[in-house]
Every structure is written in structure tokens, then in C-alpha cells.
């Protein structure tokens, strides 16, 4: 049976784990995946200081974040009309890179020949293009989108060492982001350590 977009969230809300404030995340002070960027384009001034600052995002409920999730990750950006096999993948995505999870699918769809504008907006175009992908063939839609993620992962890692560490572990291994991207990817598509280590063997 198919998850219910409550489900997806609570997972999303599981991988985003609580307060996070990384000098090296240019998104800044996150709690449950919410960026402080995102809090202060909502207005969400949880304290009632007259500013959205660190404190509110520390303020920040489970719940709320759920609700956010799905009224302004899933529901406004229209992930729920993409077809049903992509619509968990780039509603994760879209937590954690906002439009680029659009842009993504969009570049996809181009190389398996439904061209559409990458502009990070789901309009008809899009809809009827990963829709027309989806009926030639849903699993392999959803298997390289996963990959298409973890590429654009792999990508922001070679161009920005000090994102490397949300893609490659302390111990070596593979990072969050590269587990995060796989948990939408069947198992015989993920990259065993030594195809990883060679991947990121250029990283030093």
C-alpha cells in the first residue's frame, strides 16, 4: 500500500533530526529540516521579539515543522500531482534544497527525451512530462531520480570542500546526504564502499 504524505513527512522529520546551527550550512540554524531563512519568509516569530533569530528556530515544535512541510514543501510547490513514484523522493528533496529538487526532475526528464524548462516550478509541461516518463517506466523513473540526487550531492561536495562533510563520514564511509539519496534508490543501484571511495578519492 502506498505511504499516505503524513507518513513521508514523519520520515522527512526523522532524516532532519532536531536544532541544528552549522557555521558551514549556508542554510543557516535549522530545526527539523526548517531553515531560519524559511522561518523568517513565514514570519514565524515564535518569542515575540519583533525578529526571526536563532531562538525561534530552537522554538520551533515537531508539529509545527510537519505543518510546514506539507503545506509549503508538498502541497504549494504541487509535488502531489507529480506522478505517484516520484512524489516521495522530490518532497524529501525539496526539504532540503528547495527548488533545486524541481530543477533535478526537470534536467531528467530532458536526457530521457521529455524536454521541459528547468526552472524549479512544477506547471503543466512538467506534469505531463515526468507523468509520460512515469507510464514508459515507473521504477526506472524513480531509481534515477534517487541517482540524479545523489549526483547533484556528489556535485555541491567537489565544488564546496567544506560541504564534504555531509557527504563523506570522519571514518571515510558515506555521509548523510549519499544515505539520504539512497534510501529512494532500489539496493542494486546503490554504490558499494569501494565504487564510493573511488568516487570521492579526488576529495583527499
Not at 62 to 76: P, S, T, V, W
Not at 139 to 150: C, Q, S, T
Request: charged residues 25%; contains cysteine.
Amino acid at each position: 500500500m502506498a505511504e499516505t504524505i503524513e507518513t513521508i513527512a514523519d520520515g522527512i522529520l526523522r532524516r532532519e533530526g532536531g536544532y541544528v546551527n552549522d557555521p558551514d550550512d549556508p542554510g543557516g540554524a535549522t530545526n527539523f529540516g526548517v531553515t531560519i531563512h524559511t522561518m523568517r519568509r513565514l514570519g514565524l516569530d515564535l518569542d515575540g521579539d519583533g525578529d526571526v533569530d536563532a531562538g525561534d528556530v530552537r522554538r520551533l515544535s515537531r508539529d509545527q515543522a510537519r505543518e510546514i512541510f506539507l503545506d509549503h514543501y508538498y502541497r504549494r510547490p504541487r509535488i502531489g500531482d507529480l506522478p505517484e513514484c516520484l512524489r516521495a523522493s522530490v518532497f524529501d528533496m525539496y526539504v532540503n534544497s528547495g527548488g533545486n529538487a524541481v530543477k533535478i526532475l526537470q534536467r531528467l526528464l530532458g536526457r530521457m527525451g521529455w524536454p521541459v524548462a528547468v526552472d524549479g516550478v512544477i506547471g503543466p509541461r512538467t506534469l505531463a512530462a515526468a507523468a509520460a516518463a512515469a507510464g514508459a517506466a515507473p521504477e526506472h523513473l524513480a531509481d534515477a531520480y534517487g541517482i540524479a540526487r545523489r549526483n547533484y550531492y556528489f556535485t555541491l561536495a567537489d565544488n564546496r570542500p567544506a560541504s564534504r562533510k555531509y557527504a563523506r563520514t570522519l571514518a571515510g564511509g558515506k555521509g548523510g546526504w549519499i544515505r539520504r539519496a539512497e534510501e529512494f534508490i532500489s539496493p542494486r543501484f546503490h554504490l558499494t564502499d569501494e565504487a564510493f571511495q573511488e568516487r570521492v578519492a579526488a576529495w583527499g
